[in-house]
Nanobody, 126 residues
Framework: QVQLVESGGGLVQAGGSLTLSCATS????????MGWFRQAPGKERAFVAA????????VYTDSVKGRFTISRDDTKNTLSLQMNSLKPEDTALYYC???????????????????WGQGTQVTVSS
């Protein structure tokens, strides 16, 4: 079993930055591919970014490319999402997720993730 706890959300003005963190416990983070998803009010959960088990491969949804950076620190069992140049449309509840995966594998499909956190709210004001 893997427990995931997100933190770092908050209220920020458009153009600002936030860094989300996801702390894991229960299993070694290095065994899992990781991802960030978000859900805006009235919308379905959507893929944001993913990283493979050794951090060598990342993938982003088009709307955040060049603004967001996903990273992992397996020594601290922590996943991060650095978000720059935030826009009001980035407002959502952000979730981290973990999947049992082979090396060099990333996924944008929510159904392929085995464990989820409770989410952290990001609100971007215009």
């Amino acid at each position: 079993q893997v427990q995931l706890v997100e933190s770092g959300g908050g209220l920020v003005q458009a153009g600002g930055s936030l860094t989300l963190s996801c702390a894991t416990s229960g299993r070694t983070l290095s065994n899992y591919g990781m991802g960030w998803f978000r859900q805006a009010p009235g919308k379905e959960r959507a893929f944001v970014a993913a990283i493979d088990r050794d951090g060598g491969s990342t993938v982003y949804t088009d709307s955040v490319k060049g603004r967001f950076t996903i990273s992992r620190d397996d020594t601290k069992n922590t996943l991060s999402l650095q978000m720059n140049s935030l826009k009001p449309e980035d407002t959502a509840l952000y979730y981290c997720a973990a999947r049992r995966a082979s090396y060099h594998s990333t996924s944008y499909r929510a159904r392929e993730y085995d464990y989820w956190g409770q989410g952290t709210q990001v609100t971007v004001s215009s």
